[in-house]
Nanobody, 124 residues
Framework: QVQLVESGGGLVQAGVSLRLSCAAS????????VGWFRQAPGKEREFVAA????????YYADSVKGRFTISRDNAKNTVYLQMNSLKPEDTAVYYC?????????????????WGQGTQVTVSS
């Protein structure tokens, strides 16, 4: 079992940066790949970024590539999502998720554990 808690969301203006954190507790964190997903009102949940167990491999949605960076610190049981050059279309609830899969990390069905989410609102 893994418990995940997201933090770092907020209301910001377009163009600024935010860093989200996903703190894990419970089972050995380094056994899990971690993904970030987001869901805007009236829209389906979408993949944002993912990172492998060791952190050597990272994956991004095209919409955030070059602006967002995912990283992890297994010693701190934490995964980060650095979001730069934020746009109004980035507004959503952001969720982190953990799973034991090593493939298809863009697929939300690969994740067993989910956090409660943190709201990110970007004003124009």
């Amino acid at each position: 079992q893994v418990q995940l808690v997201e933090s770092g969301g907020g209301l910001v203006q377009a163009g600024v940066s935010l860093r989200l954190s996903c703190a894990a507790s419970g089972s050995t964190f380094s056994n899990y790949a971690v993904g970030w997903f987001r869901q805007a009102p009236g829209k389906e949940r979408e993949f944002v970024a993912a990172i492998s167990r060791t952190g050597r491999s990272t994956y991004y949605a095209d919409s955030v590539k070059g602006r967002f960076t995912i990283s992890r610190d297994n010693a701190k049981n934490t995964v980060y999502l650095q979001m730069n050059s934020l746009k109004p279309e980035d507004t959503a609830v952001y969720y982190c998720a953990a799973g034991s899969s090593v493939v298809l990390l863009h697929d939300h069905r690969r994740y067993n554990y989910w956090g409660q989410g943190t709201q990110v609102t970007v004003s124009s």
